[in-house]
């Protein structure tokens, strides 16, 4: 296929590996390709280049190096802070406490938990998509041993007060959990002021490679190997070190770090720019998710009488890119959970469109995504039965 | 993910629209689903489809389906229009993907209860036309 | 770290990516980046390019494209396969057969299962690290539900008879697993032929990029998933794929196999030539493993009254690159459980040596290695209190 | 993973060898955990150490530790030689990887084990000596 010229809206999705990260991993495929747990000189220069990228991360977030543990992404990070944590402290107790709008690497690991005897209480969001602090208070129990709440939602982008989850949780002596895929690398997040035990991230949620992500756990925290064989990791996730991939993100979570205040700035201005004019502009639309406590690169949208995936071809014609819910639901017929939670009836949460922009994104592009939006609504109404019955009812005038 | 048949259909979707005073109108589907269509058709005297017009809330291959059942029918005698099968709306299309089969069952739906529609405001009957569920999906759900 | 001359004799611990690989990973990172879950036109290009080596991978085994599932590497393979038909059978039966020289990605899943309500026989290998089949037979029971055998061992090289394996678990009706992680690529397989219902592989032991891996599961085999989350890999295995590393691991594999017969040729005469001048010019050495039935790269050898991680130092000091062992299990002071189990006593089995070649080595690189031992031998036999009691004892000359 | 020390003493260990009619000998280890240490000392009538030496199976520390050992006794008393504990012999390689500590215990223990041969053949005693351990790695497992 020709490259051929795209306006990319789906950061939330998957973005760019930063070239910084892949030139930074290309000598550890032929050059450096050591096995890390080797002895000989070659492989030190991959063990030290893993050990590096350790260390950069726990800076990130104000750990220690030795409480960074490298998975294949985010989904095996979450599923390995729940289940493991689930079995070393079954003797304490049996429930688990999670929020309605995770990702589904949390939800439906919480699904196989609870087909096994364990008891999860799955939280309730307001019309903002923000977790219901008060009943997450009245869900603790004295044998809940692990609270899980992400730190941005992937689809709405709305924030969590994962600062007082966590110490709600410290002071209930409970484990906090976080899926922090969505915002790591584009938030700052510090594991001691938050109390947070484990955090989930992955390298291609902020511009690093795919396939490759991190669990942090803080010491202390007793929990199961997920992955057995070998020592790796300190013995606690086996399988030879993904020595490119971990550079690639270390290289990636190191620019995002770096650049993270301007590049917030950026995809504030574009995103904001995106949500006034689509709110002035097309009538039946609403913003979903909190307008403020959400992640600056996010916007998602219901346009009434339109279904997503008709939305979506269609912008995917004119080269955009963009998402209706989590990429990962995509080819199901429901519509997603996170719009339900909020209350969109089940017709509106069928026409809604995500659009996550990078900063690399222009406000040009921004005018001609809406410039397309407006057109592809205007016609998919024009043919939509529910628009007619709507126009006819209300004995409105077609506004659009 | 589509065909090309199915991509120039949802593009250009032909008869889309509605018919004042059609002879017969069906709608199916419902939202909660994520699909709705709505099929009017102009029947003359001699029971030919004279025109056909659609309207869809749906999915691409919703739409695409829509579109070449339409055509499908279009100029085609009431027993003729009987005989468009779901299967034949996917044939004619190159095939949908496997989650998108139940959009063509929603296209021969739509025009049986438009078909049923016209039956009734005329009082007569056609051969192997069923009452129409008011929602394709009733009765699917596990 | 400059770039030194190295002769690279650790093939079985990893492989140099090979260059293509790279070169076709090397699209996927920042131009065709998108989500293959997402459905506009940037992301057919990699949900294609995932297909694609998904074809070549079952096209070699003699598979189905929708029987390889992709994973972080083997270790993740085997560890699915193993926990996930342990739970998905456990209402057939709790018993699993495996052997005494699998991987500890193996045996330490299966000694996880052993602690929750399961039972495991390890079955015997003979001296020369071969399974012994009739020991295996007399294994099974009413309630066996797995057999797990690997194809070519890691350490000592030796090839099991998968194919008998596989028609035996096949007539009791019990499944059949096979790490075949040191074998494909390197050895034909065929999955049909050998009733294999599951097989793990991991891209970088056959010069694919390290980090991802495959689990070959058989149509109708009743497997769960291990990583919960999102519907990628036929909801089997959720996870956002790694792109680049799928298509670096086909790209190899297609590799692999088109240059398999012609790589073994010249494997067989590098490790033979090393096994020969061994043999003849050191004395109190032993070759482990089957002298036949071996992977054509590998060699392994055990010298008396010397330890290993010494002689390999001291190699490394020469620019050479080899293991004492599994290259996972270095750091640990016991010594290897393959070479105890092939009845090696331990001091012997410290002093093991694995050299395994690539098609890229030369015989100039052979001899270098050889007398590179041979010295090294001398030098720590002549510090060895070991060697100075046996040459009292025996009253032998030394013959060094 | 080892400190340029060690790698010097393991490359170039000092005083490698066996001395006959030693005033003492002490081995130390056992093949199965893949360490065996042994001290030849050669001690004067005024209790100095004259000269050492040392054979060792086993891994670069175990190796660079046996060599530091011996030079840190060298020419010292045997009160002296009862100071030098497996830190100071870390300590004067500059430190060693955790899993490698075992082996400066080991060096300590074999200098030990020389010292009390020496002072059985003798008929002496060694403040602060202990009878060692034929193996010291008994009593260790778990
Ligand atoms: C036989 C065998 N099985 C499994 C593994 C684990 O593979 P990986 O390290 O890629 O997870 C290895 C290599 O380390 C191996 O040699
Ligand atoms: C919030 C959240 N958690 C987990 C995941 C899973 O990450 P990965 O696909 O890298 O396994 C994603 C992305 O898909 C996500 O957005």
Excluded at chain 1, 75 to 103: L, R
Excluded at chain 1, 290 to 309: I, T
Excluded at chain 1, 334 to 345: E, Q, W
Aim: charged fraction near 25%.
């Amino acid at each position: 296929m020709e490259e051929k010229k795209c306006i990319y809206l789906d950061n939330a999705a998957t973005t760019k590996t930063a070239p910084e990260a892949v030139e930074a991993m290309l000598p550890y495929f032929s050059t450096w390709y050591g096995n890390p747990s080797s002895i000989y000189s070659l492989a030190a220069e991959s063990k030290k280049a893993v050990t590096k990228a350790r260390e950069t991360l726990a800076g990130i977030l104000g750990a220690e190096a030795n409480e960074i543990y490298f998975t294949a992404g985010g989904s095996e990070a979450d599923n390995w802070a729940i289940k493991a944590t689930a079995e070393a402290y079954a003797d304490k107790g049996k429930h688990i406490i999670t929020s309605k709008i995770e990702h589904h690497a949390v939800l439906h690991t919480c699904d196989y938990l609870a087909k096994r005897g364990y008891e999860i209480t799955y939280v309730d969001v307001d019309e903002d998509g923000i977790i219901k602090f008060e009943d997450l208070k009245r869900a603790i129990r004295p044998d809940t041993i692990l609270i899980s709440v992400m730190t941005a939602n992937n689809e709405i982008g709305s924030l969590q007060p994962i600062r007082e989850i966590g110490k709600l949780a410290k002071e209930h002596g409970i484990l906090f959990h976080t899926d922090a895929v969505q915002a790591f690398g584009h938030i700052p997040i510090e594991v001691n002021e938050c109390h947070i035990d484990m955090l989930s991230a992955s390298g291609h949620k902020f511009n690093g490679p795919k396939g490759i992500g991190f669990l942090y756990i803080r010491k202390g925290v007793k929990i199961r190997s997920f992955l057995h064989g070998g020592a790796q990791e300190r013995s606690r996730r086996a399988g030879t070190e993904n020595v490119p991939g971990i550079v690639g993100m270390g290289c990636a979570a190191e620019l995002a770090e770096r650049t993270m205040q301007e590049r917030a700035e950026k995809e504030r201005e574009l995103s904001g720019y995106l949500i006034e004019r689509m709110e002035k502009e097309i009538p039946y639309c609403r913003l979903n998710g909190d307008r403020n406590k959400r992640l600056p690169n996010n916007v998602n949208f219901s346009f009434q009488f339109v279904e997503g995936e008709s939305l979506l071809i269609m912008l995917d014609r004119k080269g955009i890119c963009a998402s209706s819910g989590s990429a990962c639901t995509s080819g199901s017929l429901d519509p997603s959970h996170v719009l339900l939670a909020i209350g969109l009836p089940h017709e509106i949460a069928h026409g809604s469109l995500r659009l996550t922009v990078s900063h690399e994104n222009t406000i040009e592009e921004m005018d001609e995504t809406v410039d397309a939006i407006k057109e592809i609504v205007k016609r998919l109404r024009d043919m939509s039965p529910l628009y007619e019955d709507f126009i006819k009812k209300e004995g409105k005038e077609d506004v659009q | 993910m589509y065909s090309e048949k199915v991509m120039d259909h949802f593009e250009h979707p032909r008869n889309v629209g509605e018919i004042e005073n059609a002879s017969g109108v069906g709608t199916v589907g419902n939202a909660k689903c994520g699909d709705i269509m709505r099929i009017y058709l102009d029947i003359d005297e001699n029971q030919i489809i004279r025109d056909v017009k659609f309207k869809t809330f749906g999915c691409g291959a919703a739409v695409a389906t829509s579109s070449m059942a339409t055509e499908l029918v279009k100029g085609k005698s009431v027993q003729q229009a009987m005989q468009v099968t779901n299967r034949a709306v996917m044939e004619a299309l190159d095939g949908l993907p496997p989650v998108k089969v139940h959009c063509s069952l929603l296209a021969e739906e739509a025009i049986h209860a438009a078909l049923w529609d016209y039956a009734e405001k005329n009082g007569i009957q056609i051969e192997g036309l069923k009452r129409p569920k008011t929602d394709i999906h009733e009765g699917e759900e596990e």
